[in-house]
């Protein structure tokens, strides 16, 4: 009797583990892309921040190669969400005005892609 509650239990027990039970966590969902980070960049940002991310003072557009990845990255959250200044504090008011429009004509894109893309301007066109 005692080996048949062991097994019982070693069986359930085992069950549990490879089904994943995890505490009713669901996992991540995967957000996809209508454009790849590099054609975001040049149909929707070149025209305003320059093929190298240098900005335009005439436009009033500030430079995108000045940063690194991570500071560019919280930028760009806060851009995302509406200037929520949870992570960089700075003023994007036009930016988040336009980001949705451009959200609704697909140029939406990953935070830290765009990030990376853009230090990868700055390292390779100063």
Known sequence: ?????????????????LT????GEKPAEVKTYKYTTVQVYEKSCIK???AHGEGNPAKKTPALNDRTAGEMAEDLYDVKNGGTNQSSGTDHEIMEHNMQKLVDKGYDYDVNSMAEFLSYLAKNNK
């Open 48 to 50: 305003c921040h320059g």
């Open 20 to 23: 994943g039970c995890s505490g």
């Open 1 to 17: 009797m005692i080996k048949q509650i062991t097994t019982i239990a070693l069986t359930t027990a085992a069950f549990i583990a």
